[in-house]
């Protein structure tokens, strides 16, 4: 059964956010630090200051509640998600799956150019924001991906379009594997591609030093990342008892994953901290990358592929090719991790071009 929602927070979660960012405990930081040691003391108090004093979650609650929201069980799991139709009627469906640390907020801003050629189909993870905590062990990338193919169908699609950037990439890709005769074409703006020893292939400079910043990063496991993947369990609680600790657990990938010429304002950032700490969400949705899986079918679907500059890595695209049927290939000079949030214009425009091809009639 498929279920309106609407977004209703008590108060008194509200209130218990201001009495306990009103009651950090700070650390101390050696003079001069800057990021050396991590995210600076007096940015994050700007940041939380602003959280306290002028961030005003009402009128976010009232926008956000502009957009149709929806629930629905899969599999013992609640699942919320945004359902916006296309004016047109035969419109493409078109999933759009958000990563860590974002949401369907990452989407806010490609809502109204998308909807003009796609019904829009907006979930949120489950162990994430509105869909809440998962309680079972399971639910990777594969899972996920076949919750949205009993998603789509409840809502009466056919055939589909998916994407995502993140674990939203992955999830896209292994929803075109799950099911293989409804989803038409995958876009994606996050394509890892790892270093393939004895490849046999002739690599660009720019490759090989794509290749490089991969191997480099692989070398030196983020600790964000470690955390997360070892003891999601354990860093969860830190997360869950303290506003301070949630908003720099994601500002920092903020500043440190965007192109500095982006601008995410404070307050878009605040609503998806605001949203992962008003649903004490911090260890359920780090648990994705504990359960990811190391290894899934091959996606048979088309393949869109949007490179960002400023992403984490940049795809290599001989060895994308080796893995994927890749049909589209862009590159932004401009653009990051974020980038439905950063460049919107970019990305909505790159995914319109990727699905008005005749992709899957070959």
Request: glycine residues 6%.
């Amino acid at each position: 059964m498929i279920k309106p929602f609407h977004i209703d927070i008590p108060q008194a979660d509200l209130d218990d956010l201001t009495d306990r960012l009103a009651r950090t405990r700070w650390p101390n930081e050696v003079a001069d630090a800057g990021w050396d040691y991590g995210f600076p003391l007096a940015r994050l108090k700007e940041l939380a200051q602003h959280w306290r004093t002028r961030y005003d979650w009402r009128r976010h609650e009232a926008e956000l509640n502009e957009l149709p929201h929806f629930t629905t069980e899969i599999e013992g799991q609640n699942v919320h998600f945004v359902h916006v139709r296309s004016a047109k009627p035969d419109a493409l469906a078109l999933v759009l799956t958000h990563g860590w640390p974002g949401s369907f907020l990452e989407f806010l801003d490609v809502i109204e150019p998308l909807s003009r050629e796609f019904h829009l189909v907006i979930p949120s993870i489950p162990g994430y924001g509105f869909s809440g905590p998962t309680h079972e062990r399971g639910w990777d990338i594969v899972r996920v991906a076949r919750a949205w193919a009993e998603l789509m169908r409840r809502l009466g699609y056919e055939r589909y379009g998916a994407q995502g950037g993140d674990f939203g990439a992955g999830i896209s890709l292994a929803l075109g594997a799950v099911a293989p005769e409804r989803v038409v074409g995958v876009h994606v703006n996050y394509l890892p591609t790892a270093p393939v020893p004895d490849a046999g292939l002739e690599l660009s400079a720019t490759d090989e030093a794509r290749l490089d910043k991969i191997r480099h990063l692989m070398a030196n496991r983020p600790p964000y990342q470690a955390l997360q993947a070892l003891t999601p369990q354990t860093i969860g609680y830190a997360l869950t008892d303290s506003p301070v600790g949630q908003l720099v657990w994601i500002a920092e990938r903020f500043a440190q994953w965007t192109d500095p010429r982006s601008h995410i304002s404070d307050e878009r950032m605040l609503t998806d901290v605001s949203l992962y700490w008003l649903t004490a969400t911090a260890a359920s949705s780090a648990r994705l990358h504990h359960d990811a899986p190391r290894g899934i079918e091959p996606c048979p679907a088309p393949v869109g592929v949007a490179v960002f500059a400023h992403d984490i890595t940049q795809s290599v695209r001989p060895l994308a090719e080796r893995l994927y049927d890749i049909r589209h290939w862009s590159e932004f000079e401009r653009g990051g991790h974020f980038a439905a949030m950063e460049v919107p214009e970019l990305l909505a425009e790159d995914i319109r071009d990727f699905f008005r091809t005749p992709i899957k009639d070959d």
